[in-house]
């Protein structure tokens, strides 16, 4: 195959990968799927915890109010961490901050909601006042760590957000973005098959394909 | 600070004989038909959009089921955000709507008419997606609460309902704040008095919205050309211009707009492979 006609990296499908979309209620799910099904997954949308540990890959979205979710979740939860021992997840958007420690969001004063712990983190209420809040729109990524999901994405480049909270500070941050504040927008586990992204990839154009091409291709071959 | 200014072409979308068009008016009157809304969101998503606004201009309530089947058509089209707005009155019909694959849902006069429904919408689907679209017009006498000077005369703005129609009495500027205290993620602000001149953008109107929210404030109507979006960027804080008849009728292109933006000086992402 010459270089003229090997199709782009994010073009590139990968046929055997099971990814598993959680449905928990709340997400819009159909963006995600699409997103998905466009990198050559074949996605499965489930509303049963029981099915998630057969999944090759599995993956976490959510809006609206961490806590809201967090509730909603409930259900999933025993489920979702035995699966992400050793299956590879992703979480967008509020699905990301749900993998983390800890939220403001929902949460009585001085308070906090939990969540799956999955990475260290914690998130609050990106401040207002030098910028507008939510946060919505086209922003840089700026990259930490290397990690196979970033393969092809650029220092610089430019994904979808749009999100009132966020966790300022994750040690295991694989990108950050500023708006106001340093944030995360990326980050993964130590071990790096449980990931985040605060931004949305199914609707960040060609760094987002690029984004959930690299992690089918990373799911079909962690474990190998 | 590196957050983009968005531009968004925006498509008004209604049935006739069954067939979905995209339509342009001036004013808010004089639709003309200038496409197919698929076809249209298709070259926009490829011509570096950095949204999509999509609004049902449909009367009658049975089209709106098919609207549902051309909201989930043009949905498949795009892997950039998409807005969807027109006749939306509840928060089952934003549900049904973001199921269709609208990732935020536009209200304009349902929420005017019972302020409750942004509450409510805002708690159960999050701020984010939730989008108060305000229809101005202005006013030249001595009702309103917030002044500004257009033309040369000093007047105020009025929230105008149903495409446009009906007049509500109620200041702009006071509703914006109050949208976004209630739980607006984003304002979407057009101008009966702009709308499909091409003139440029209701400056005044735009700059008093913008002081009176700290939510993101897309701009709408009268767009007429990339200097018309630099105007609106550089003498307002908007964080996003929308455009219709320049897309459609094939004057500029997305690109062309952004181009334009990036060489003085706009931040605006460019990198859309």
Not at chain 2, 101 to 109: E, H, R
Request: proline share 4%; charged share 25%.
């Amino acid at each position: 195959m010459t270089d003229e006609t090997a199709p782009p990296l994010a073009e590139t499908t990968v046929d055997t990968v099971d990814v598993t979309l959680v449905d928990y209620g709340l997400g819009n799910l159909g963006s995600l799927q699409r997103g998905l099904e466009r990198v050559g997954a074949t996605v499965n949308v489930s509303s049963d915890p029981d099915c998630l540990a057969r999944a090759d890959a599995l993956v976490l979205s959510g809006v609206g109010a961490f806590a809201e979710c967090a509730r909603r979740l409930a259900p999933f939860r025993d489920a979702l961490l035995d699966a992400a021992a050793d299956t590879p997840l992703l979480g967008v958007c509020v699905g990301f901050q749900l993998l983390l420690t800890e939220s403001t969001e929902g949460a009585p004063e001085g308070e906090t909601v939990a969540g799956l712990d999955l990475i260290p983190g914690s998130v609050e209420r990106l401040p207002a006042d030098a910028v507008r809040v939510p946060h919505v729109g086209w922003n840089r990524l700026r990259l930490e760590r290397d990690h196979p999901v970033l393969a092809g994405i650029d220092d610089g480049d430019y994904a979808y957000f749009v999100h009132s909270y966020g966790a300022p500070a994750v040690d295991r941050a694989l990108a950050a973005c500023n708006h106001g504040v340093e944030f995360t927008a990326m980050a993964a586990n130590e071990a790096g098959h449980v990931l985040g992204t605060q931004f949305h990839p199914e609707k960040s154009a060609g760094l987002g394909r690029r984004l959930l091409g690299n992690f089918v291709r990373f799911a079909a071959t962690f474990g190998d | 600070m590196t957050l983009t200014k968005r531009i968004i072409p925006c498509l008004h979308v209604a049935t006739e004989d069954g067939q979905p068009g995209v339509y342009s008016g001036v004013n808010f009157r004089d639709l003309e038909r200038l496409g197919k809304p698929v076809e249209l969101a298709r070259s926009y998503n490829e011509s570096g959009a950095d949204e999509l606004v999509f609004l049902d201009i449909t009367a009658s309530s049975e089209d709106r089921e098919t609207m549902l089947d051309i909201v989930s058509t043009v949905a498949e089209e795009l892997f950039i955000p998409l807005t969807v707005g027109g006749g939306v009155r509840s928060t089952e019909d934003i549900n049904a709507l973001l199921r269709t694959g609208a990732d935020k849902i536009s209200i304009n006069t349902a929420a005017l008419a019972d302020p409750s429904l942004v509450d409510a919408s805002a708690r159960t689907f999050g701020s984010q997606c939730i989008v108060v679209a305000i229809d101005a017009r202005r006013r030249f006498d001595w009702d309103g609460e917030h002044y500004t000077t257009a033309d040369g005369e000093s007047c105020w703005y009025e929230c105008v309902v149903r495409g446009g129609t009906d007049p509500t009495g109620v200041d702009v500027v006071s509703w914006a704040a109050e949208a976004a205290d209630r739980g607006a993620g984003e304002l979407l602000v057009s101008s009966i008095e702009a709308d499909g001149t091409r003139e440029g953008y209701e400056i005044p109107l735009l700059e008093m919205v913008c002081d009176a929210v700290s939510v993101p404030v897309i701009a709408s109507s009268g767009c007429g050309s990339p200097a018309d979006a630099y105007e609106v960027f550089t003498r307002t804080d908007a964080d996003a211009a929308l455009a219709a008849s320049i897309f459609h009728a094939g004057d500029y292109t997305v690109r062309d707009v952004k181009t334009s933006l990036a060489d003085r000086g706009v931040p605006v992402r460019l990198d859309h492979a």
